[in-house]
Each structure stands twice: as structure tokens, then as C-alpha cells.
């Protein structure tokens, strides 16, 4: 991949697992925004924030917009990588403020920031990505993720929604939505680790684990940034065995 020009890169969760392998590999100069908690990524810009709270969601919008005012660039991507399985567990038996912290982030954060990226956007003279980092959770049910399931389904019916918008404008940004697979990080190990009780189907997933079948984030990582080069509609939904 060789894009030519400035380029500016937002991606949420770039502090650990997938985000954390989608930073390292930028295959392109860039300026990285990190929005996360935690932080620590580097050469990245930070924006400090909770996106389990719709509090954070304005400081994020206003990043977009403080940026986009001075750049002067080719190209701006902004991946939604952040979400979060806990709790897990059926619902109607977890804790109703963890269950609410996983709907906000797996959910509306992922259609609230696509808006405000979408509105700092619109009508600006560089070629716009908007990839929403999504999960094989939004076609198939799993006990014990209902909250993670149902928010990885919106974002996909969000992506092949506003894709039909973004093909009536001029210019328009590219929104699709990638599901990354079984990958190696900390979501698989708090799958591994939770009871029969919490996800039925645990044992699938030490299985996966123990067969080598995870894979590693960075290969992952690296196939996504692969899609800014790829002809693909707008608006579309893929799992990324489509691509390698």
C-alpha cells in the first residue's frame, strides 16, 4: 500500500489488543489519534475518554472537528475498534449497570461517533474511510453476549444504511464493516476464562485456543488496512476471510 499525501487516522481502543495491532501497523506516515482510556500508544496523539459514557462522545466530536479545521491532507480514516464483552452472562442475571456500560459503548457509541466523523467530513476535499470493527457475534447468537451481539448487529445494519447515504453525496466518505474473526487478545482469554454457567459454549472457545486456530492481531490488522486499496461498495459487510 502506498497512498500518497498526509494522512490523518483516528482509531478507538488503539491501546490494547486489535487497536493496539492496528496502530502498529500503519502502513502509511501518519498522524494517530488513540481514543482510549488508557493510552500509551506510540507516536499517538491521545484522547482521553470512556466511551461507556455519552459524556466522552462530545470530546470525541470536538477531536474530529479541531483536527479536520487545520489539516490540509489527502486522506482521513477513522476505525471504531472499542468494545467490550463484560458482563458476561444471560441477560436478566447480570448487573444492570455493567449491561447498560456494554450497550453504550458496543452500540451507541459505534453509530454516535460514526455520526460526528460523518458530519466533520461531509463536503471536505479528501478521500474519507469510516471501517467499523465489527464481530461474527452480529450473525450468530452466543449465550451470555446478548448485549455484544445485538450492538455488533446494529453496527453492521448502520454500516449498509448510511453506505446508501454516503453514495448520493459528493464527496462522499467509504463506510464498510469488518468482522476480524477469532483473533488472539484479551476478549478470547475472558472467553476462555468464564464458566459454563456465564457462556454455555466456553468450551469452544478454549478449544480454538488450544488448536492454534486464534489469529494474530497483527495479521488482522494488517489485512484490514488492506481494505482502504480494495474497490468495495459502500456500505460493505465482510468478515475478513473475505479478503485474505
Not at 68 to 78: M, Q
Request: glycine fraction near 8%; aromatic fraction near 6%.
Amino acid at each position: 500500500m502506498n497512498p500518497l499525501g498526509r494522512m490523518l487516522v483516528w482509531i478507538s481502543g488503539a491501546s490494547a489488543g486489535l487497536g493496539a495491532a492496528l496502530a502498529a501497523t500503519i502502513p502509511f506516515d501518519a498522524d494517530l489519534v488513540d481514543i482510549s482510556r488508557r493510552g500509551g500508544t506510540p507516536g499517538a496523539f491521545h484522547v482521553a475518554v470512556d466511551l461507556a459514557d455519552p459524556a466522552s462522545w462530545p470530546v470525541v466530536a470536538d477531536d474530529f472537528d479541531r483536527r479536520l479545521s487545520t489539516f490540509d491532507g489527502d486522506t482521513v480514516v477513522f476505525i471504531h475498534n472499542a468494545g467490550t464483552l463484560t458482563p458476561l452472562g444471560s441477560a436478566g442475571r447480570v448487573d444492570t449497570e455493567e449491561y447498560t456500560r456494554n450497550v453504550l459503548l458496543n452500540s451507541a457509541s459505534a453509530q454516535v461517533l460514526g455520526q460526528a466523523f460523518l458530519q466533520a467530513v461531509a463536503g471536505k476535499p479528501y478521500h474519507q474511510h469510516l471501517i467499523m470493527v465489527s464481530s461474527g457475534a452480529a450473525k450468530n447468537p452466543h449465550e451470555g453476549e446478548s448485549s455484544y451481539c445485538a450492538g455488533k448487529a446494529g453496527i453492521d445494519q448502520w454500516v449498509r444504511t448510511v453506505g446508501l447515504e454516503q453514495d448520493r453525496r459528493s464527496p462522499y466518505c467509504r463506510v464498510i464493516s469488518v468482522s476480524p474473526g477469532a483473533v488472539d487478545t484479551d476478549m478470547q482469554a475472558e472467553l476462555r476464562a468464564s464458566t459454563e454457567d456465564q457462556v454455555p459454549d466456553a468450551q469452544h472457545f478454549r478449544e480454538l485456543d488450544a488448536q492454534g486456530l486464534l489469529a494474530k492481531p497483527e495479521d488482522v490488522a494488517r489485512s484490514i488496512w488492506s481494505l482502504l486499496d480494495r474497490d468495495l461498495p459502500n456500505g460493505t459487510v465482510l468478515h475478513i476471510s473475505d479478503v485474505t
